[in-house]
């Protein structure tokens, strides 16, 4: 069976690699030593500082081994090689609901990279899911858990790389 893929775009890899190397070389130690200082204070059975700690370092030990599986299992994907009113991730949509002047502005990105409050919609999202493959003047219906509703590609372009 093959391992299921993560696609992104370079720059997201690039983050998460970051956040990696924080992870092991400051965080991980940092944990191991509120442990060693922790274990100085005796008795473990009932050592609060003791428990917090572990719990702390399962965490840790977590978020490596997600970050380390998305690393390796990355594919990359290039906003350049798909056509330029094609969204796909890497790309920056404009839509409007049909029947409103509101528009929103999205950045399509891997789930990795997701952050709703700055606008990065994973393609695993419903609004990310329709509106992948789609072009420039296409109307999607997109059906959210609030409901369904229709928009209109109002622009796509490719995101300009936060680094």
Known sequence: MSEKTFPMTQTEKEQLEKELEELKLVRRPEVVERIKIARSYGDL??????????????????????????????EIIDSDAVAKDEVAIGKTVVVQE????????????GAAGADIFSGKISNDSPIGQALIGKNKGDK????????????????????????
């Open 45 to 74: 059975s009932e050592n609060s500082e003791y428990d917090a700690a572990k719990d702390e370092q399962a965490f840790v030990e977590g978020e490596i081994s997600t970050l380390e599986n998305q690393i390796r299992y990355a």
């Open 98 to 109: 049909v029947g409103t002047t509101d528009k929103d502005t999205y950045h399509i990105v």
């Open 140 to 163: 999607v219906s997109i059906v959210s858990p609030a409901g369904s509703y229709e928009v209109e590609i109002i622009s796509v372009e490719k995101t300009e790389d936060n680094k």
